[in-house]
T-cell receptor, first 111, second 113 residues
Framework: SQQGEEDPQALSIQEGENATMNCSYK?????LQWYRQNSGRGLVHLIL?????REKHSGRLRVTLDTSKKSSSLLITASRAADTASYFC???????????FGKGTRLSVIA | DAGVIQSPRHEVTEMGQEVTLRCKPI?????LFWYRQTMMRGLELLIY????????DSGMPEDRFSAKMPNASFSTLKIQPSEPRDSAVYFC???????????FGSGTRLTVV
């Protein structure tokens, strides 16, 4: 099964700035999901984008998907210190195969 | 609902000892997943169940690992005997058919010394 690869591995920004994280994958997908993990906690589902969608919004989150480039991006606007966490993309292939997670992007938002 | 509940939160054990990790999924969820997280390998799927039946255990690293789901509200992951390289955070997650994502527990941090 394929694994998404996040880029960059780590990102440090000032509070109020926008944060952009990218995910690339190699084969066709059913959908792509983004999760957040705070230190010492489990992953929390943020947003899902289906293969036939190009952009989705949820609050300060914007996700784009380019299936021709096999890539997705997660944009967090007006970042806050509380956004400090690791962010993972997860790929759902066809059928009911389980999610395959990338290694994540560690985001630090400095107040 | 209290979410996915894992116990214990932390486990420190000596090499060679048996370790049992526990998970209570969300009521009504028909899928249960066990993942292992390390810095080197990220999140790896170990095994998953559908309606209490193991579907794919190809991610289980060795015969030392075993998992059971005797009913819809409980699952265990057992390591016997444990080794230092098993040290990791083990997550349980559940989902229901047609749901948009998984719900993760808080994990069990296992340290084998």
């Amino acid at each position: 099964s394929q694994q998404g690869e996040e880029d960059p591995q780590a990102l440090s920004i000032q509070e109020g700035e926008n944060a952009t994280m990218n995910c690339s994958y190699k084969t066709s997908i059913n959908n792509l999901q983004w999760y957040r993990q705070n230190s010492g906690r489990g992953l929390v589902h943020l947003i899902l984008i289906r293969s036939n969608e190009r952009e989705k919004h949820s609050g300060r989150l914007r996700v784009t998907l380019d299936t021709s480039k096999k890539s997705s991006s997660l944009l967090i606007t007006a970042s806050r210190a509380a956004d400090t966490a690791s962010y993972f993309c997860a790929i759902l292939n066809s059928g009911n195969t389980p999610l395959v997670f990338g290694k994540g992007t560690r985001l630090s938002v400095i107040a | 609902d209290a979410g996915v509940i894992q116990s214990p939160r932390h486990e420190v054990t000596e090499m060679g000892q048996e370790v049992t990790l526990r998970c209570k999924p969300i009521s009504g969820h028909d899928y249960l997943f066990w993942y292992r997280q390390t810095m080197m390998r990220g999140l790896e799927l170990l095994i998953y169940f559908n309606n209490n039946v193991p579907i794919d255990d190809s991610g289980m690293p060795e015969d030392r690992f075993s998992a059971k789901m005797p009913n819809a509200s409980f699952s265990t992951l057992k390591i016997q005997p444990s080794e230092p390289r098993d040290s990791a955070v083990y997550f349980c997650a559940s989902s229901r058919t047609g749901a948009l994502g998984y719900t993760f527990g808080s994990g069990t941090r296992l340290t084998v010394v």
